[in-house]
Nanobody, 123 residues
C-alpha cells in the first residue's frame, strides 16, 4: 500500500511563505502524476497544483505566480513552495498521487492520498 506523508504546514502571516513536503513510500517518478489539493472548512476539495512524470506542471489560477510544485526523486518527495500567502489560502493541504488520469484537477483520478497538513494564514 502506498503511503503519502505531508509535512511543513503551520501558521504564517499574510505575505509569508511556507514549503510543504510530501514523502512517498514509492518512487515518485513511478507515478503518472502527483498533486496537491486543499480543503477549507465547509468547502469542497480544491485542486492546487500537479506535476507529471515528465515534470510538466499545472496550477490552479489562484496559485499561478505564487506556488511552485517540484519533485525530488532522490528522496521520493514532492514539494509545494507557497509564497505571498493570503488568508484565503487557509486550508488543509493534501498530497495525492495516481497512475491513470483523464484530468489532473479532479480528485477522483488520484488513487493515493495523504492525511493532510494544516496551513493557516493570519491577516
Amino acid at each position: 500500500q502506498v503511503q503519502l506523508v505531508e509535512s511543513g504546514g503551520g501558521l504564517v502571516q499574510a505575505g509569508g511563505s511556507l514549503r510543504l513536503a510530501c514523502e512517498a513510500s514509492r518512487r515518485t517518478f513511478t507515478f503518472n502524476a502527483m498533486g496537491w489539493f486543499r480543503q477549507a472548512p465547509g468547502k469542497e476539495r480544491q485542486f492546487v497544483a500537479a506535476i507529471e512524470w515528465n515534470d510538466n506542471t499545472y496550477y490552479a489560477d489562484f496559485g499561478k505566480g505564487r506556488f511552485t510544485i517540484s519533485r525530488n526523486n532522490a528522496n521520493n518527495t514532492v514539494n509545494l513552495q507557497m509564497n505571498s500567502l493570503k488568508p484565503e489560502d487557509t486550508a488543509v493541504y493534501y498530497c495525492a498521487a495516481g497512475d491513470r488520469f483523464r484530468s489532473y484537477v479532479t480528485p477522483e483520478w488520484y488513487r493515493y492520498w495523504g492525511q493532510g497538513t494544516q496551513v493557516t494564514v493570519s491577516s
